[in-house]
């Protein structure tokens, strides 16, 4: 695989005054920072479709202010309601309206596209990820779950189709702008950062009296459900390990994780010189979306400013894996590889799942975890010789998304029995 010297803006793109985005997931946190620019910037940017899951009313909203070429929502019944709304003077009648699946797969992948904010959360991104990437489209990476499970497969058909994914979460952002092109070859290490989220001192005697509310109460980011539960975990820091792992083309023993309380330093990359570059500025995720959108030029975004002399201190601290445990299982996962990252984000996407329902504990979110990856490495490493040949490949291997699918369902059935035992 290439290293980050492939990117490179289209000349077509580069020469055209607007560039028209496609927004997967336009009514989530990542999508409402997507909108906000664009609303900042009409003369450099169109948006040429949107879609949601069931936020309708927000949905609509979107359609009246920016007008998109398509919609796609998630059921056909939804989507002939907006149509008959819309043909009758409220917006813009011209909108077509797609839905489900393949309506994803056709706005990720439609013609008239030049960027494809990828900004659904969890699985349900993986397919129409892929698809912007086969029609070889500018791809912002937010949504890191399809990296993880199928990065290989995302980065060879982008080197193929030509696409490029530009890495929008903070710290792959963070990674991206200070290697600025140099190969991966110079690269001795990457060092992600992690706020340590809600739980970074509670004594851990109290893991266990752990509420929802307290867990969704993240000290320095706002962001989706998901994604501010995996904070507290750090097994969000393990999916960006995975993540990181394909996008900049290094080994996941040249990834490390340290703890950077004020979330100002967003991630570093130590080079073979022992030159640290780190990109810095108050956590607001408009700035790595902006980044991507303008890309390669920066935008004159209008947002609060990094006071340094205010900031005072920046304090980085190992991170306490007794406390985080989530992130050794993740890291097992990434060194494995093969099905076992997919299998792992399968389940975790459940796991979490149960907990935002209130159906099991904050400290059940590991045990079920680590029982069911317990399972995994029953399943890859101790089946009797004459069984190898019943171990499903796509536990082996992901050569397609079927595989990756396939994985990741494994994952979510094995936390279906562990959570029947528990409840
Ligand atoms: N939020 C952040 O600051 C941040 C930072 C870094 C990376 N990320 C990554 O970006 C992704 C999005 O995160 P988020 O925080 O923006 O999530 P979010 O606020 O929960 O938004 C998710 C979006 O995806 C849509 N969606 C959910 N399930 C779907 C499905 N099954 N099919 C189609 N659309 C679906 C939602 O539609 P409805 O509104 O209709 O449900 C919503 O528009 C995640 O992978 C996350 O890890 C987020």
Known sequence: ????????????????????????????????KTLEIVRQFPQKFQIEALSCKSSIEQLREQIIEFKPRIVCVDTSGQASELKETFSIGQGSPETEFVWGREGLKQISSDDETDLVVAGIVGAAGLEPTYSAVEAGKIVAVANKEPLVMAGELFMQTAKKTGAKLLPTDSEHNAIFQSLHNEPSERIARLILTASGGPFRDLPLDKFEQITLAETLNHPNWEMGRKITIDSATMMNKGLEIIEAQWLFNVSVEKIDVLMQRESIIHS??????????????????????????????????????????????????????????????????????????AVLNGANEEVVAAFLNEEIRFVDIFKTLATVMGKLDETLHYAEPECLDEIPNFLLNIKSLEDAIQADQWGRKQVGKVLELIN
């Open 1 to 32: 695989m290439k290293s980050t010297a492939s990117f490179s803006k289209s000349s077509e793109t580069q020469a055209s005054a607007l560039t028209k985005v496609s927004v997967l997931g336009a009514t989530g946190s990542i999508g409402l």
């Open 268 to 341: 570093m990359v130590e080079f073979i010189d022992g030159s640290f570059l780190a990109q810095m500025g108050l956590p607001d995720m408009r700035v790595p979306i902006a980044y991507c959108l303008g890309w390669p030029e920066r935008l004159p975004l209008k947002i609060p400013r990094l006071d340094p002399v205010a900031l005072n201190a920046l304090h980085f601290e190992a991170i306490d894996t007794q406390r985080f445990p989530c992130l050794s299982l993740s890291l097992k996962a990434a060194k494995q590889g093969g099905g076992s990252p």
